[in-house]
Nanobody, 121 residues
Framework: QVQLVESGGGLVQAGGSLRLSCDAS????????MGWYRQAPGKQRELVAG???????NYADSVKGRFTNSRDNGKNTVYLQMNSLKPEDTAVYYC???????????????WGQGTQVTVSS
C-alpha cells in the first residue's frame, strides 16, 4: 500500500525559505511524474512543480526562479526547496505521485496529507 508523508511546512517571514519533503512508502512498478500542488483558502488546487523520470522539472510561472523540485535517485522521495517566499505562497502544499503501484493494474494519483505553509508579510 502506497502512502505519501510530507514534512517541512511551517511559518516563515516573507523572503525566507522552507524545504518540503515527501517520502513515499510502498513500491511502484512505474512512476509517470512526481510533484507538488498547493491550495489556498477559497482557491482551486494548482500545480506548483512537477518532474518526470528522465525529464526536467516544470514550474508554475508564479514560482519560477524561486522554487526547485528535485527527487532522490533510486528513492521515492521528492523535495521542494522554496526560496524568496511571498505571502501569496501561503497555502496547503500536497505531494503527488502519478504512477502504478506494485500489484495494481493501472496508474493513479497518490496524495500526501498536506502540509501548511504560511508566509507572513
Amino acid at each position: 500500500q502506497v502512502q505519501l508523508v510530507e514534512s517541512g511546512g511551517g511559518l516563515v517571514q516573507a523572503g525566507g525559505s522552507l524545504r518540503l519533503s515527501c517520502d513515499a512508502s510502498g513500491s511502484f512498478a512505474g512512476i509517470l511524474a512526481m510533484g507538488w500542488y498547493r491550495q489556498a483558502p477559497g482557491k482551486q488546487r494548482e500545480l506548483v512543480a512537477g518532474i518526470t523520470p528522465g525529464g526536467g522539472p516544470n514550474y508554475a510561472d508564479s514560482v519560477k526562479g524561486r522554487f526547485t523540485n528535485s527527487r532522490d535517485n533510486g528513492k521515492n522521495t521528492v523535495y521542494l526547496q522554496m526560496n524568496s517566499l511571498k505571502p501569496e505562497d501561503t497555502a496547503v502544499y500536497y505531494c503527488n505521485i502519478k504512477g502504478r503501484a506494485v500489484g495494481r493494474a493501472v496508474s493513479m494519483d497518490y496524495w500526501g496529507q498536506g502540509t501548511q505553509v504560511t508566509v507572513s508579510s
